[in-house]
């Protein structure tokens, strides 16, 4: 079967369709295995060919040569992995079960390929005399510094054991996010129009949704979707409705993820062991900005102390409320968000349900369309017709100034039972000028509840926030003006990455922005100011319990990652460890350990939870350059801005280029005074 794909024309590497893009509509789930098995054999063919050249290594036929190879392998994984994140079924996820393991298998073996490394090593040994530019230095020390911590100097008994956790490591981050998967997709709380009392139209129409594709029409159904369950939890009368929905929200993953989060970190401290490294957290943030985990905890330990400070502060007076309203129960944690919503209404007559109305999901992409081109001046013209991965896929070309073209952007944004659950920025093609080139094709993934047909959808606050998010990461793809391929775009380090994101969101609320993309979606009224007004003087409120819940998860992230030995018990370790955080009984981690995608569904934020925050740090004061301005659209800045930050890429280190933005590195004290903690 193998012998018989023409990687040259296939649909899966060929891509053929408008913009650029694969012709989706034309691809089956078949098609993944037989290309895959030929794109591998095609790629090790690659490798091989660089390894064994003729010649002393050059940048050209050993750097260059390496960033180029293996591009059908790229396409069709680009394409898979975007299905199953998105758009799985069986076949996908028995594919994913079965693809994971052999990547790493791929990969683990060109990284301790001996004749490979000795001609990177030759390179890197005599970097200083090559005359290099600046971006390839450091994509040479990033090449051999990756090959360094894959296991390239280990002796071939330590190699092979590398290679081996690799591979089984890759298996179980699989079954770990399909078991939560799982279990979101198959838990639901079907209700009765009787059940529905302090429940806005809103989040009824969004249930009712969700239970007819669930085949239950005319029920109401609450999710473990964050745009169904917080809401529900926030507005539900029905205390004992609100526990189960909490019960099952923070229990996903709880029976079927612990042995595999047993076996993860087991896993993950021999391989930091073999590597040289004192523990799994040293191993990860060794190319990072904090660089220790003692720098970590010097960020968030201070932090942690003022929120927790703070949610108790806001816990006496939600106990109050919850007096006053009759409860005779003890306070837990399902009633959080009730009584939250009831104090912001106390002290800023401000009900989110209020807001809820003027947040069109097309009115705040627009927004963050418009602020794109106010910064940046890139433009975006949807292309209605053209396939995605799924039909409720969007589609939009991004144009230069000049009207050239210079990305295609897809966005994808309700909520179903085939994707992956949180929001997410990635790629189907970076964009880089090495060769000849390539432009940025890049999507967003969201969960938004979907409306009845006809009918606009609308969101919180706390979507259109996660929208200018990851809207934030693609133009971090989309900007990205580099020449090497493996610095491209979002290829920083992890505690870099999330600036662009978490900057992008300050714009949301810039008051010429809401005025103009906050309508009304039935009278197309703009957003009244004294509703602006309140919002903006609410936008501290509950600081204390978004903090405490993120942080916590960042302490147990870097908790289970920091010591040399892996917990025997991860569920009583996490327990211990939020016993000595003093850990309020009223909050919940953000992510517990058994639902925690970022940190055991793959390895990207594995001891790096952390990077959210380091990175607000540096957004903060990003975005106080501005302030300082006068102007939130200052031509001048903005245009350091993309320079340094947007379009940089890694090509430079992250904190010379965030040096180079704003003339120095700021403290922690801009992101307290932003999240009123100060």
């Known amino acids: 079967m193998t012998a018989t794909i023409d990687l040259a024309t296939h649909k899966l590497t060929n891509w053929t369709g408008p913009l650029g893009l694969p012709a989706f509509e034309a691809i089956s789930d078949d098609d993944f295995g037989p290309v895959f098995e030929a794109a591998l054999a095609a790629h090790m063919a690659e490798i091989d060919a660089i390894a064994g050249a003729a010649g002393k290594a050059t940048i050209e036929n050993t750097l260059a040569a390496l960033e180029l190879c293996g591009k059908p392998l790229g396409r069709v994984s680009a394409v898979f992995w975007c299905k199953a994140g998105a758009d799985t079924n069986p076949a996908i996820q028995k594919m994913e079960r079965e693809i994971s393991p052999k990547m790493a298998r791929h990969f683990s073996a060109i990284n301790m390929n001996a004749a490979l490394f000795a001609r990177v090593d030759a390179l890197y040994e005599k970097r200083a005399a090559l005359g290099l530019d600046a971006e390839t230095k450091r994509v040479l020390e990033k090449t051999w510094k990756h090959f360094v911590k894959a296991g390239a100097k280990l002796d071939d008994t330590a190699k092979e054991r590398l290679g081996a956790i690799n591979e089984e490591l890759a298996g179980l981050g699989t079954q770990f996010g399909q078991n939560v998967l799982a279990d979101e997709a198959e838990w639901a709380l079907f209700l009765d129009a009787s059940d529905l009392d302090g429940v806005p139209e809103f989040l009824r129409d969004a249930m009712a949704e969700a239970a007819a594709a669930r085949g239950r029409q005319g029920q109401f159904a609450v999710t473990l979707s964050r745009s169904i369950y917080e809401p529900f939890t926030t507005y539900s009368t029905r205390r004992d409705l609100r526990e189960k929905a909490w019960r099952g929200f923070t229990a996903r993953g709880e029976k079927t993820n612990a042995d595999l989060v047993k076996r993860t970190l087991a896993l993950r401290a021999e391989k930091a062991k073999l590597l040289g490294y004192d523990s799994y957290a040293a191993l990860k943030l060794d190319d990072t900005m904090a660089k220790t985990p003692s720098a970590v905890l010097g960020l968030l330990e201070p932090v942690w102390e003022k929120a927790r400070a703070r949610a108790a502060e806001d816990q006496r007076e939600l106990e109050r409320l919850a007096a006053a309203a009759g409860a005779n129960d003890a306070f837990a944690a399902w009633d959080w968000r009730h009584y939250a919503e009831k104090l912001r209404a106390e002290r800023y007559a401000l009900d989110d349900a209020e807001m809820k109305p003027y947040l069109q999901l097309d009115r705040i992409i627009e927004a963050a369309f418009d602020v794109a081109t106010r910064l940046f001046g890139v433009t975006f013209e949807e292309k209605k017709g053209v396939a995605g ?290």
């Open 389 to 678: 991965w799924h039909p409720d896929v969007r589609v939009f070309e991004v144009k230069n100034a000049d009207g050239s073209h210079r990305a295609t952007f897809l966005g994808d944004y309700f909520n179903r039972a085939s994707k992956r659950s949180g929001a997410w920025m990635s790629s189907l093609q970076s964009g880089y000028r090495l060769n000849g080139g390539q432009t940025p094709i890049i999507y967003n993934v969201m969960n938004f509840a979907k409306p009845p047909k006809g009918e606009p959808a609308l969101l919180s606050m706390d979507d259109a926030r996660t929208l200018f998010h990851e809207f934030g990461h693609a133009l971090h793809g989309m900007l990205t003006d580099v020449t090497w391929p493996s610095v491209s775009g979002t290829s920083v380090s992890r505690d870099f990455v999330e600036l662009p994101s978490q900057l992008y969101e300050h714009w949301l609320t810039v008051p010429e922005i809401l005025k103009a993309h906050a309508v009304h979606y039935r009278t197309g009224k703009p957003l009244p100011q004294d509703l602006l007004d309140k919002m903006l003087a609410a936008k501290n409120f509950g600081q204390g319990f978004a903090t405490v819940e993120f942080t916590a998860s960042a302490l147990v992230d870097m908790a289970y990652h920091a010591e040399a030995q892996a917990p025997a018990d991860p569920a009583a370790f996490e327990a211990e460890t939020l016993a000595r955080l003093q850990m309020p009984d009223a909050i919940a981690m953000r992510h517990r350990t058994p639902q925690f995608l970022h940190v055991f569904s793959g390895d990207g934020y594995s001891a790096g939870y952390y990077s959210y925050m380091w990175s607000e740090v540096l957004d903060a004061d990003a975005f106080a350059a501005f302030e300082e301005t006068g102007n939130p659209f200052d031509p001048a800045m903005a245009g350091m801005l993309r320079k340094y930050i947007y379009s940089a890429g890694g090509s430079k280190d992250p904190e010379e280029l965030y040096t180079a933005f704003r003339g120095r590195m700021p403290t922690a004290e801009a992101m307290m005074e932003k999240r009123g903690l100060s």
